[in-house]
């Protein structure tokens, strides 16, 4: 004997009185014992049986929505307005030589989407006509080059998924900044699928000269931003790309035209690229001596770091996406290697005392954002949450301790260590570091 | 002894004096025998040496751009404004039930940008508020339950990338309307990654009685959009999802919430979804009666026809993307099988009388765009272009004219065929069928 649904329950109405189910059971089937395990909300109710849908329709069951093709350029939802990059006003003297912050907490799967990719400028966001545009690559080669847009788009294409992160990600972190927000924290990183040319078919196109071991790559933007290459890694797995997410690039990432320097550091993956320029040495541009280098403790500097370390973060619960109420939550977030694949992530939630295996969601794919999942039966007392991530080099992310020792806290960069959330009685999550 | 930059020529201007390379060389190293083997238009010329950039700078590299956050969601470049959704205004009598098309011919990777998912309506773009849109399982069940999209979110969560075909897809081609455009042609097509719950969590939530056979899946949207799906299907790989691309659901594919039925066709992919009944048969609904089934020769109709066959289409050269001189060209295109992965896609350059193997891009993923290239030596005289896809299962696209055969032409659905592009001597590209 089915119930029926009853009178007055508007299922869609704002008002309803909806009934909560308690902890009388939860969606992992994991028994009844859990102190307060109430997975619901004021949603869960009981329905009814009824052919028809409830007597109150919402608004837009009502009425017909704006037709074809009212946006031929899709937008999203005017309810989801706060879901967007963000900067910290304070962190740089210029707008125009600024980072923004992708909003991690929202983010679902590894594709970030491109409205939403962190930006990082030296001189604002460059507007260049790709008719216009050109690259030029010479230097020890034996043929130059100079191509357009249309020449780079003949080329055999292929198509990678990769994260990039700017290796200031998280370095307000190194002296505690504590700025209580994952997409502060961690926002600087970001992936997608990029579309382009091997640019190693470009460099076996104007032929490398035997002395050939650096380049140069130069952007189209006001900073000309620039930095040197190894060849090795240039003709490892390095692309000239023009698409990204199924699209032309976008203006904040390069359009149209970038480098990609899969599981290097952002700054070396040059956006509006027009210019590589082969050498036998590296050219210690301002951008890799008094810029994107490390103070140690001993004065001296650390340069070319250019790899991005595995490293991984919880995106839920976070300072944004707090915990509400004691229950089964599935503790979710990223990780990512610049040496290749993720190969599993532990998680703690008890300050790194104790691990438990997290889940990987396929497809695993290296030097990208790989998600992982873990089931948490929280019993509403306080809880240090923790991932760490392994690659398949077996390099262990480390604790903010163990950089602190090995590296001081003058610089700002590579922060890959292992981020704790305090998770308070309420549910509340704060930024906080374990001694 | 390096050539170089001879003064007075302009990298990024407009006018530059630049040096056609003609057929000396390409870039596959294929020699220099090619008739007429221009791989390199305008813009190829010899580049000089010099550490600096060339005498003249373009605008964009001389002044700065605009800052951080001068966009907090980010739109595409001014200059791909022509790449946009399309529909056809004769197509359908209303604008509020009609379509648009994704511009295949631009998109780069398998992913389909959010801003250009094709748009199927029967209703409008219902815009919903996701605080008070409420998902409601019921019916044969032993717990029926009313969900916010907070309870959803709770469940544990999955991402996977698939594609999305409305069966309409080529509907225009039964009868050879030859639009002569990859857009109208094919556009009815896209793929994204999609985060969400398996719907098999759900109902194991609610709990399903033993005669349960069939679902009921409706939309909250005017048209009140709802399907019978089979209840295998439900527990085998059906998705409830809120994300797409790593952000919200774009309201043109159903914010807050949609089914995701991997491989089956887009109509029964319930957008703004809000409710699922679950019964002992199908409903039988005006969308699987009178629409969504085909009339055939015989009189009779063929009804819930759900599953999308092996199918591919090349998308460069295309109508829109026409061949440039005789030359080498990457032939690039899509293949996508709703019964699971695809195994190979085969190239013809005469209309099918010889095939060639083409190469599949990494990753392959079951039910998702999977992107094909070819190298081909055009030439320059007419050519018919063709591509055959194989999935798993081993089945074979099939012509138009073994459908016809099989079918009759009264439908418009499910039109899997071969697609023919003839290229003509001057490069051009026209949709044909072969008799």
């Not at 994952?182 to 490398?208: R, Y």
């Not at 004691?326 to 979710?332: A, D, H």
């Not at 703690?348 to 990987?360: F, H, I, K, M, Y």
């Not at 509403?380 to 480390?398: C, H, I, M, N, Y």
């Amino acid at each position: 004997m089915l119930p029926v649904l009853r009178r007055g329950i508007s299922i869609l109405g704002r008002d309803s009185p909806i009934i909560d189910i308690g902890g009388r059971r939860t969606f992992l089937k994991l028994g009844a014992a859990m102190a307060g395990g109430a997975l619901f909300g004021r949603g869960a109710a009981e329905a009814g049986t009824s052919d028809a849908f409830p007597p109150q329709d919402a608004p837009w069951s009502q009425t017909l929505g704006p037709g074809i093709v009212d946006r031929p350029y899709g937008q999203p939802s005017q309810f989801v307005k706060d879901v967007i990059r963000r900067d910290v006003p304070w962190l740089t003297a210029s707008k125009e030589s600024s980072v923004s912050f992708t909003p991690l907490q929202d983010q679902t799967g590894i594709i970030t989407a491109n409205g939403l990719f962190f930006e990082r400028y030296h001189g604002g966001r460059a507007s260049v006509d790709p008719q216009q545009h050109r690259l030029m690559i010479h230097g020890l080669v034996d043929r130059p080059l100079l191509l357009t847009m249309e020449d780079i788009k003949r080329f055999p294409s292929v198509s990678r998924i990769h994260f990039i992160e700017c290796p200031a990600n998280g370095g307000m972190e190194w002296r505690a900044a504590q700025l209580n927000s994952l997409q502060f924290t961690h926002g600087m990183v970001s992936c997608a699928e990029w579309t382009g040319v091997k640019l190693s078919a470009l460099l076996e196109e104007v032929g490398l000269k035997k002395e050939a071991k650096w380049a140069l790559v130069e952007g189209a933007d006001a900073a000309h931003m620039d930095r040197s290459l190894p060849i090795e890694k240039c003709l490892d797995d390095c692309l000239v790309v023009y698409g990204q997410n199924g699209e032309a690039l976008r203006p904040e990432q390069g359009f149209p035209l970038r480098l990609i320097v899969p599981g290097w550091q952002g700054n070396v993956n040059i956006k509006w690229l027009r210019r590589i320029q082969i050498g036998d040495q590296p050219w210690f541009t301002r951008e890799e001596t008094s810029k994107y280098t490390e103070l140690m403790a001993d004065g001296r500097s650390r340069g070319f770091t250019w790899l991005i370390y595995a490293k991984s973060v919880i995106t839920f619960p976070c300072p944004e996406k707090p915990a509400k109420g004691p229950g089964i939550y599935e503790i979710r977030g990223f990780a990512w290697s610049g040496k290749g694949r993720i190969t599993h992530v532990d998680v703690s939630t008890d300050g790194g005392v104790n691990w438990e295996r997290a889940r990987l969601q396929e497809p695993v794919l290296p030097k990208a954002l790989t998600r992982f999942t873990h089931e948490w039966r929280w019993d509403g007392k306080p809880a240090l949450l923790q991932s760490r991530a392994v690659d398949e080099t077996g390099f262990v992310q480390p604790t903010i301790a163990e950089l602190r020792a090995a590296r001081g806290v003058n610089g700002i960069y590579n922060n890959n260590s292992i981020q704790t959330w305090q998770v308070k009685a309420d549910g509340s999550v704060f930024d906080v570091q374990l001694s």
